[in-house]
């Protein structure tokens, strides 16, 4: 992922340096721009200018779908927390009953377009992640939404696949939606030791917090 970002950026160089006929290799700060190639926005320092246009967005990993936009406020758990590890993301509403044949051609595409792993949100009884496992190799993790039956009928609907067709299945609502997004980075972990390092850091930290709680008493 790393030296995708670096071979773009010495193209966008070389591209640049054409149309203003200098070399501008030395433009770039080098550990400014390692932190940027590894996605971590809030570190890119300089004022855009012609000489050191931000690279275009990374190729999204990991897409998270949800069933319908009031599916957001538990799924944009997962979108948050792909953020915060630097996992180059994509969100959009598709639906399995509303919009199946959309949904069909996403998962279709999915695998071909770069993407890695899919994060499916839905409630009720919509199936979503099932649907879009079913056209579509890559791993797909299933996050039930919190529904009128609490979220059971959300649950089952989306673990209880037949055998043949898998949906990593995850808790109801947005522990789940978090859950889904750390589960997808550590699947990208397994061969992104960028990331791996990130998501152990995660866990330091999530260790630390605990630790140091005060009881109010
Ligand atoms: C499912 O139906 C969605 O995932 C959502 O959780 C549920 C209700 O959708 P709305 O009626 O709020 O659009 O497809």
Redesign the pocket.
Known sequence: MLSDALQRNAKHEARLSNIFGCDLSAVNESQRFLDFARNDRTSWPFTENLYNLPMPESKPLVAVI??????WDTMRNAVETLDELGVPNEARVL????TPDATAEFARGAADRGLRVIIA????A?H?AGVIAAHTWLPVLGVP?Q?KLQGLD?LLSTAQMPGGIPVGTLAIGEAGAKNAALLAAAILATSDDTLRQKLEAFRRKQSEAVLSVKLPR
């Open positions: 949800m069933g319908s936009k009031s599916d639906s399995a009953h509303r949100g839905a409630g009720g919509a979503l939404i529904s959300s």
